[in-house]
């Protein structure tokens, strides 16, 4: 089977995004900046339908910021066998969990097109743990997205058997999107960018945790120095210091060598419900309407 495709070809075919969360969206709003379609399905309908408002509002700003593209459309899909239909590439973007991961390919792959290109967003799990159930497993890899459009890398990242043309395919095709792939040319956990913050994410705790520093020195010195709108602390109270900490947890599993300073400030914080700007407080008090 032949997984490459040019830019012209994919003109004519949607792209299919499983997962209409705050990453999702996003995922679709790029795909829909060059003119084509854009499919979204989720189990949850009207969360489709707010992603196709979310997609629908936000592309004129997207495009005239970018000073190119073409509008295209975003459309939510009831069924998983509409939404896949046609698709060229199918995104799946649903949460963290291997178990609903690992059935859910196992479905896209019953009714997919036999051509279709497979990626997994996920920032935890490497491809190659979830890609059970689907037969040909060189279509399919990580491409992880970042926060786009604000952030528009991306690691790809092979499942061990990913066909060279789907990698080739991907990091040429993906920025005529916008989105910049890097690859990574190993399994990494963490890719390539979240691995390098994980060590400055780690540290920065460790100074805190050990009474070094503040979280405000740190943030400070940050700023000042890298000129940097916000500093590590501020940025792990807006992702929540719990996921923060799953993510510490999934690095430990893996390296038992790790320091264990860190988790434990983060424990402190997470034990007490303090888990940063959706609960109010984390390492800085937010008022109320700072929460989501």
């Not at 890398?153 to 043309?165: C, L």
């Amino acid at each position: 089977m032949t997984y490459a495709f040019t830019f012209e070809d994919i003109r004519r075919r949607p792209v299919a995004i499983i997962g209409a969360g705050t990453l999702g969206r996003r995922i679709a709003l790029m795909f829909a900046s060059r003119g084509g379609e854009a499919r979204i399905h989720d189990p949850n309908a009207d969360q489709a339908r707010a992603a196709v408002r979310y997609v629908t509002d936000a592309l004129p700003d997207l495009l005239a910021r970018r000073g190119s593209g073409e509008a295209g459309t975003a459309t939510a899909h009831d069924s998983l066998s509409s939404t896949l239909d046609g698709a060229w590439l199918v995104v799946e973007a649903v949460p963290e969990r291997l178990d609903i991961k690992i059935p859910l390919w196992g479905r896209i792959d019953a009714v997919a097109p036999s051509d279709a290109i497979f990626v997994t967003n996920s920032s935890s799990y490497a491809s190659r743990l979830m890609n059970e159930n689907i037969r040909d497993k060189s279509r399919f890899c990580n491409l992880h997205f970042y926060m786009p459009p604000t952030a528009n890398a991306a690691d790809v990242m092979s499942d061990g058997e990913t066909a060279r043309e789907v990698v080739d395919t991907l990091l040429t095709v993906l920025p005529e999107f916008d989105v910049h792939p890097f690859e990574a040319r190993r399994e990494s956990t963490g890719f390539i960018f979240n691995r390098v913050w994980a060590a400055i994410k780690r540290e920065s705790l460790a100074v805190v945790a050990e009474g070094v520093a503040r979280p405000e020195d740190v943030d400070g010195m940050f700023r000042l120095n890298w000129h940097m709108p916000v500093g590590p602390f501020q940025m792990m109270d807006s992702v929540g210091l719990d996921v923060v900490l799953d993510i510490e947890d999934h690095y430990a599993a893996e390296n038992p060598h790790l320091p264990e300073g860190p988790r434990r400030l983060l424990h402190e914080y997470v034990d007490a419900g303090k888990l940063g700007v959706k609960t109010g407080e984390g390492f800085y008090a937010y008022p109320p309407t700072a929460a989501p």
